[in-house]
């Protein structure tokens, strides 16, 4: 049992690049949920999944896109990396919302120059 | 909207002291809340939550919290510091929106 797998864990990107931000979870949770971390801020809610083929827009979505396929995994792409867009990225999963709580990914620290 | 507030950006405390973190939340409906702890180059790792089965809530490392209606709080405390406990520490809050919001989080430092 994995838990909640994200990779990479490191990435740098040059300004305009794209690229897709990987995670997966083997727990069956219906919910998954994307958050960026920034010092001072918190973790701010980016999209969000209640279950395959749903997703919804959190705090702050612009610059950023998924799609849920599979239960299982929960992408996020930048489709043209700008360097505000630098930050450690968590992807979480819950069995089902109302406080279930959610686990944790590792995190994916993200550059963007 | 649901959101949480976290006062105190930073505490410190001794080893062997009380530790109180504090956090405030806002919401239209009865809502569910959490403390999380995130340890250096670490992802978060839940220490209690609140699901209105009881006011006061343990946790893992001794934390407990207690949910204050009437105060709209959520005070996570320790009664006895550890230099382990340094990390940072994530108040949250979901009020049935499919959304956990977090605060912005207390960073603790122990000192010897």
């Known amino acids: 049992n994995a838990g909640v797998t994200q990779t990479p864990k490191f990435q740098v990107l040059k300004t305009g690049q794209s690229m897709t931000l990987q995670c997966a979870q083997d727990?069956?949770?219906?919910?998954m949920s994307w958050y960026r971390q920034d010092p001072g801020m918190g973790l701010r809610l980016i999209h969000y999944s209640v279950g395959a083929g749903i997703t919804d827009q959190g705090e702050v979505p612009n610059g950023y896109n998924v799609s849920r396929s599979t239960t299982e995994d929960f992408p996020l792409r930048l489709l043209s990396a700008a360097p505000s867009q630098t930050s450690v990225y968590f992807c979480?999963?819950?069995?089902?919302?109302?406080?279930?709580?959610?686990?944790f990914g590792s995190g994916t620290r993200l550059t963007v120059v | 909207a649901q959101s949480v507030t976290q006062l105190g950006s930073h505490v410190s405390v001794s080893e062997g002291a009380l530790v109180l973190l504090r956090c405030n939340y806002s919401?239209?409906?009865?809502?569910?809340l959490f403390w999380y702890v995130q340890y250096p180059n670490q992802g978060l790792q839940l220490l209690l939550k609140?699901?209105?089965?009881?006011?006061l809530v343990k946790g893992i490392n001794g934390f407990e919290a207690e949910f204050k209606k009437s105060e709209t709080s959520f005070h996570l405390t320790k009664p006895s510091a550890h230099m382990s406990d340094a990390a940072e520490y994530f108040c949250a809050v979901d009020d049935n929106t499919d959304k956990l919001i977090f605060g912005t989080g207390t960073r603790l430092q122990v000192f010897p």
């Open positions: 919401s239209s409906v009865p809502p569910y």
């Open positions: 609140y699901t209105s089965a009881a006011t």
């Open positions: 979480a999963s819950s069995l089902q919302g109302y406080g279930y709580g959610y686990t």
């Open positions: 727990m069956n949770h219906e919910y």
